[in-house]
């Protein structure tokens, strides 16, 4: 079945229409709520990561810190896992460009002019005009680097999405019902091969996310890939057990498919 990811401009109606959607399509609503609860399982500094970090644009030190890195990969893992589940709609942080190329992801944006969201902020948030548009500029400033930052696109190019919404010219039972036909539509691209892939990105991310989380494990560069036919490990190791305990741990992951270890020592 199909997935839907929502980027959003700041009160441009992402968390309404995304619940009216689920609601009449039966679909799972995956937002702020969610991963956060998916960091508090993860631990106390992951849950503290997520309130410091969650779509916004991280400082140099961030940038280059480990954890920060476990982070992204953490929440990357969990995008893709809700995709696994199908029948979900994904709320921003990169959504859209973590599973641009899995077939059945239908990648959609919502704007809406300034001085409509202006009014939305004043009305919801019971501040001033000049304050409600502070705020728009910092949310918006927020994931347009969290994008350009982990994933090097331009959060505002329209190409990168599949449609895309003015929430101020369009009602939001409309854009719904486009919605709902397109995700009809986008269940026959559900293919076996279509669900490989995004199972075969989804056991990588995990293995990405374990490593990278496991302080024990200091490597200047790593990365897990799909191939379409195995998941390969590669990057910098500092010695053969670190290379071998990965590779342990990536198998352990990685179910029925087989793991390639193609990392190499630190010289």
Same mark, same amino acid.
């Given at each position: 079945?199909? +997935?839907?990811?929502?980027?959003?401009?700041?009160?441009?109606? @992402?968390?309404? #229409?995304?619940? !009216?959607?689920?609601?009449?399509?039966?679909?799972?609503?995956?937002?702020?709520?969610?991963?956060?609860? /998916?960091?508090?399982?993860?631990?106390?500094?992951?849950?503290?990561?997520?309130? /410091?970090?969650?779509?916004?644009?991280?400082?140099?030190?961030? =940038?280059?810190? %480990?954890?920060?890195?476990?982070?992204?990969?953490?929440?990357?893992?969990?995008?893709?896992?809700?995709? &696994?589940?199908?029948?979900? #709609?994904?709320?921003?942080?990169?959504?859209?460009?973590?599973?641009?190329?899995?077939?059945?992801?239908?990648?959609? %944006?919502?704007?809406?002019?300034?001085?409509?969201?202006?009014?939305?902020?004043?009305?919801?948030?019971? +501040?001033?005009?000049?304050?409600?548009?502070? &705020?728009?500029?910092?949310?918006?400033?927020?994931?347009? @680097?969290?994008?350009?930052?982990?994933?090097?696109?331009?959060?505002?190019?329209?190409?990168?999405?599949?449609?895309?919404?003015?929430?101020?010219?369009?009602?939001?039972?409309?854009?719904? =019902?486009?919605?709902?036909?397109?995700?009809?539509?986008?269940?026959?691209?559900?293919?076996?091969?279509?669900?490989?892939?995004?199972?075969?990105?989804?056991?990588?991310?995990?293995?990405? !996310?374990?490593? !990278?989380?496991?302080?024990? &494990? &200091?490597?200047?560069?790593?990365?897990?890939?799909? /191939?379409?036919? !195995? #998941?390969?490990?590669?990057?910098?190791? %500092?010695?053969?057990?670190?290379?071998?305990? #990965?590779?342990?741990?990536?198998?352990?992951?990685?179910?029925?498919?087989?793991? %390639?270890?193609?990392?190499?020592?630190?010289?």
């Amino acid at each position: 079945m199909a +997935v839907l990811t929502i980027s959003r401009e700041f009160e441009s109606g @992402g968390y309404e #229409i995304g619940s !009216a959607l689920s609601e009449q399509m039966h679909y799972q609503y995956v937002g702020k709520k969610s991963f956060l609860e /998916d960091m508090k399982k993860a631990g106390e500094r992951w849950e503290q990561l997520f309130y /410091d970090l969650d779509e916004s644009v991280p400082s140099l030190w961030e =940038k280059h810190d %480990r954890e920060y890195s476990g982070f992204i990969s953490l929440m990357e893992s969990r995008i893709y896992d809700n995709a &696994l589940k199908d029948r979900v #709609i994904i709320i921003g942080r990169g959504g859209n460009f973590l599973l641009q190329d899995i077939p059945h992801v239908l990648k959609i %944006r919502l704007t809406a002019l300034p001085e409509k969201r202006v009014e939305q902020v004043m009305m919801k948030e019971y +501040v001033d005009r000049k304050t409600a548009e502070w &705020l728009i500029e910092k949310v918006d400033r927020g994931r347009a @680097g969290y994008v350009k930052t982990n994933y090097h696109k331009n959060w505002y190019d329209f190409k990168c999405y599949d449609m895309v919404f003015n929430t101020g010219s369009q009602s939001h039972e409309e854009i719904v =019902k486009i919605l709902a036909n397109a995700l009809s539509e986008r269940d026959t691209h559900a293919t076996p091969y279509a669900k490989d892939l995004l199972l075969g990105r989804a056991l990588a991310a995990r293995i990405k !996310a374990i490593v !990278a989380m496991d302080q024990r &494990l &200091l490597i200047p560069t790593f990365e897990v890939l799909y /191939d379409g036919k !195995a #998941i390969a490990l590669r990057g910098i190791v %500092r010695n053969l057990n670190d290379s071998r305990r #990965i590779e342990e741990m990536a198998c352990n992951i990685a179910e029925a498919k087989p793991v %390639r270890n193609e990392l190499r020592l630190r010289k």
